[in-house]
């Protein structure tokens, strides 16, 4: 156990005993529960379910009070994950699946190192591309529901949840994390190269790049993506092929609207910090992370430094990066909602030693290249 994860554990173990007897009716943690449950719109299915959200929530209350309470460079707050159990928001959000060494398939573009421009660009001190206008709006993948209803742990979904998923009527969402940090990619260069910042759709990927490691609501990987986008000859718009949410049928006439088309992807250097800056000072680059902390899910704010491994389950872009007060950082749009976060954005930590950087940023990385 790290040290960051033993002084948590004790703090959090203060702050339950504590709480122990402040969580009946009319209790400072139950009238939290109430607004909170309000302020995020959610439903339970009965009081017994609502009973153990309650007894989740005040768990990760704890962990909240516990974190905040370190003095650590990043915050936490009961956000729209706090009834979720660590496990279950695992299962829910993060959805990346690499494709396991393979190499790319026929007509796939991955570019050499020579053939790539981007990563000889001298780096500055701060970049952020939202300040250039290549940025679109935060965007949301919402969850996943990929448990059958006769598994064996889909006993933990909420009971609305379960409903919906069997009428499949409701826009559930998906592990389409990988979707979403490609698409910021291609939309950055493609207002980087044409001067037009335009939404593209996750949708037509999720509905139709069913090759490699990309299987719509059973998760993805970003270079796929490319590939797809590559193959294709173009992405549509999102206004032409909005987010569902959901697994649907590709739809073969939107399949031929090609707003914004590349000529492939680069991967940049793995466990290079120096080159993953040479490449995001070119451009919005796709990265994966490990997202799969309890800090991480309810991150509020600040650098995060931590504490995460390498073990890579999310794809998100990064954006930018810089520093401030001695503390250096990556700007990273995630694609959960404004509402989590930064307003949507993490900034983690940069100038890490070690391999991977903070959360395995470094490991894998890769950007869309556009002439």
Not at 253 to 269: D, M, P, S
Request: hydrophobic share 35%; net charge negative.
């Amino acid at each position: 156990m790290s040290s960051t994860h033993a002084r948590l554990a004790f703090a959090s173990a203060l702050v339950l005993l504590a709480s122990l007897a402040l969580t009946g009716a009319g209790s400072p943690a139950r009238e939290r529960f109430e607004r909170w449950i309000v302020q995020h719109g959610r439903t339970y299915g009965d009081d017994h379910e609502k009973e153990r959200r309650f007894g989740i929530y005040l768990r990760n209350l704890d962990f909240i009070e516990g974190f905040n309470s370190m003095g650590l460079s990043s915050r936490v707050t009961d956000n729209k994950f706090a009834d979720r159990t660590n496990d279950e928001f695992k299962s829910m959000y993060l959805g990346l699946k690499k494709t396991g060494g393979e190499e790319p398939g026929p007509g796939r573009r991955s570019l050499s190192s020579d053939e790539g421009v981007i990563e000889s660009r001298a780096p500055s001190g701060e970049v952020d591309w939202r300040k250039h206008g290549a940025v679109t709006k935060v965007k949301d993948q919402g969850s996943v529901v990929r448990i059958a209803r006769s598994s064996n742990s889909s006993s933990f979904l909420l009971p609305e949840v379960i409903k919906a998923f069997e009428k499949r009527t409701n826009p559930l969402s998906i592990c389409s994390c990988w979707a979403f940090s490609a698409v910021a990619a291609v939309e950055g260069i493609n207002k980087i190269k044409t001067g037009k910042l335009v939404p593209l759709s996750e949708q037509e990927l999720v509905d139709c790049d069913t090759r490699g490691a990309d299987q719509g609501c059973q998760g993805g990987w970003f270079t796929d993506a490319f590939a797809f986008v590559h193959d294709n000859g173009g992405l549509d718009t999102e206004q032409d092929y909005p987010y569902s949410g959901d697994d649907g049928s590709c739809d073969p006439a939107k399949l031929r609207r090609r707003t914004a088309f590349i000529e492939g992807y680069k991967n940049v250097t793995a466990n290079s910090e120096p080159a993953l800056e040479r490449a995001v000072a070119g451009q919005p680059v796709a990265v994966a992370i490990d997202a799969g902390d309890m800090s991480f899910q309810l991150y509020s704010g600040g650098v995060y430094a931590g504490p995460c491994g390498v073990e890579l389950d999310h794809g998100v872009t990064v954006v930018g990066y810089g520093g401030e007060g001695g503390e250096k950082y990556w700007i990273v749009k995630n694609s959960w909602g404004s509402d989590w976060g930064e307003d949507g954005y993490v900034r983690m930590k940069r100038g890490v030693g070690g391999e991977g950087g903070i959360c395995g940023i470094t490991l894998v990385a890769a950007y869309p290249v556009k002439e």
